[in-house]
């Protein structure tokens, strides 16, 4: 793969994103569910005995319609293709974790990887912020301590909501420019006092 990072990741106001597949004619991936119980242990506990070896998926959808370059809607679990990994850069990626390839149930030609986070940052403002949901953690309404966001990485986890990914604006944005109309981007915080954030973003 290349490996060119990206030149520039300054933004005027710093914003944190969900990404997700847009609910459009494009296959999307299921991952096995014992893998993906795996990769839910591994982010809660942090054993490393648990991280991910392999992660298994199959196509979903109508076999007419063209594989998606971001198609995996779990919040933990984001998986791109080749073509978007080489285009945003896969140094840039690995700041923030790990590019493991993603096995596909009868398409061993298909290449795909998952984006294993290993960045755990607490940057939440647990104050100004919605209190975490005692079955996994999710944080509806976000507030985040601008000086301590790890704005240099393209994404990292949250120690209190450690099963999501959080994708900071910059790299949020460079993802829906590459992948065309393809992911849908929920704002979660935005330094800019004037921007709504969604109002459930990691809903479905």
Not at 131 to 143: D, F, I
């Amino acid at each position: 793969m290349k490996g060119d990072p990206m030149t520039e990741t300054p933004e005027t106001s710093p914003a944190v994103y969900r990404l997700l597949p847009k609910l459009a004619q494009y296959q999307q991936l299921t991952p096995d569910g014992g893998d993906l119980r795996r990769l839910k242990r591994w982010q809660r506990l942090g054993a490393e005995e648990d991280r991910p070896v392999r992660f298994r998926t199959k196509w979903g959808g109508e076999r007419n319609w063209s594989k998606g370059d971001f198609p995996s809607g779990y919040p933990g679990a984001p998986i791109l293709s080749r073509r978007l990994v080489d285009r945003f850069g896969a140094d840039a990626l690995r700041t923030a974790g790990t590019l493991m390839p993603v096995e596909i149930e009868d398409a061993t030609t298909d290449e795909f990887y998952l984006l294993l986070i290993d960045q755990v940052i607490d940057c939440l403002d647990l104050r100004r912020s919605s209190r975490p949901k005692k079955l996994n953690g999710e944080v509806t309404k976000a507030v985040y301590r601008a000086d301590a966001l790890p704005s240099h990485l393209p994404a990292f986890r949250l120690p209190q909501f450690p099963g999501a990914v959080q994708w900071n604006g910059w790299a949020a944005e460079r993802l829906v420019e590459l992948a065309s109309d393809q992911i849908e981007a929920r704002l979660c915080w935005s330094g800019d006092p004037t921007a709504v954030p969604h109002p459930d973003p990691w809903g479905f």
